[in-house]
């Protein structure tokens, strides 16, 4: 099981928006900006669905995902990939619902994408970049 460091966490604070990429079934990619995005667990990410068209259509039809994390001081980066699952009900829907809601009532809170962790590269440049980490 792969799981965020203290160093990706910290890497991942200072992040906002957050570049999410996917693909449709097809392999045409897509990369969105998202700021409700959260480490709910040491390998799980949470993002809060507003508008999401393409990215939610690419998810559905294939459930990979890569989130770029980038810390501009440090020069440090890592590109997290993982498997999705998309909730429109339940307990952690709701709560998630409730964070939204609680930034506006305009926010429409579609849905929850909950991102399982399975590979972290490092993306920093130097002879460590690419590679994945153990």
Known sequence: MVTLTAEMKEVFAKNKPYAIATASKKGIPNVAPMNTVQIVADDTIWIGDNYMVKT?????????????????????????????????????????KAQIKAKGPQYPAKGLLILKITEVFDCTPGPNAGKKIE
Not at 65 to 81: G, S, T, V
């Open 56 to 96: 939610l259509a690419n998810v559905r039809e294939n459930p990979h995902m890569a989130l770029y994390i980038w810390d501009p001081e440090k020069k440090r980066c890592f590109q997290i990939k993982g498997t999705v699952t998309v909730k429109t009900s339940g307990p952690e829907y709701e709560k998630i």
